[in-house]
C-alpha cells in the first residue's frame, strides 16, 4: 500500500523556520515527481514546490528565496525547507508523488504561522 506521510507542521513564530518532511513508501520513490502543495484555510489548494525525478526544481513565486525542497532518494524523503515565514504561509501543506497517470497524496500536515 502506497504511503506519503507528512511531518514536521507546527506553530511558528512570524519570521521563523519550519523543515517538512515526506516519506514514501511502497513506490518506486526514483521514478516520481514529488511536490509540496499548501491548502491555506478557505482557500485553493496551490503547489508550492515540486522536485522531478531528474532533479529539476520549481518553486511559487510566492516562496522563492525562502524555502528550499530536496529529495534524499536513498531515504525515500522529500523535504521543504521554510523560512522566513509569514501568517500568509499558514496552510495545510501536503505531499504529492506523481509518475504518468499515478499520483498519491499525504494526509497533510498544519502549519500555522502566529505571534
Known amino acids: 500500500q502506497v504511503q506519503l506521510v507528512e511531518s514536521g507542521g507546527g506553530l511558528v513564530q512570524p519570521g521563523g523556520s519550519l523543515r517538512l518532511s515526506c516519506a514514501a513508501s511502497a513506490i518506486t520513490f526514483t521514478l516520481y515527481d514529488i511536490a509540496w502543495y499548501r491548502q491555506p484555510p478557505g482557500k485553493q489548494r496551490e503547489l508550492v514546490a515540486q522536485?522531478?525525478?531528474?532533479?529539476?526544481?520549481t518553486y511559487a513565486d510566492s516562496v522563492k528565496g525562502r524555502f528550499t525542497i530536496s529529495r534524499d532518494n536513498a531515504k525515500n524523503t522529500v523535504y521543504l525547507q521554510m523560512n522566513s515565514l509569514s501568517p500568509e504561509d499558514t496552510a495545510v501543506y501536503y505531499c504529492?508523488?506523481?509518475?504518468?497517470?499515478?499520483?498519491?497524496w499525504g494526509q497533510g500536515t498544519q502549519v500555522t504561522v502566529s505571534s
Open positions: 522536485v522531478t525525478s531528474g532533479g529539476t526544481i
Open positions: 504529492n508523488a506523481k509518475f504518468k497517470s499515478l499520483a498519491y
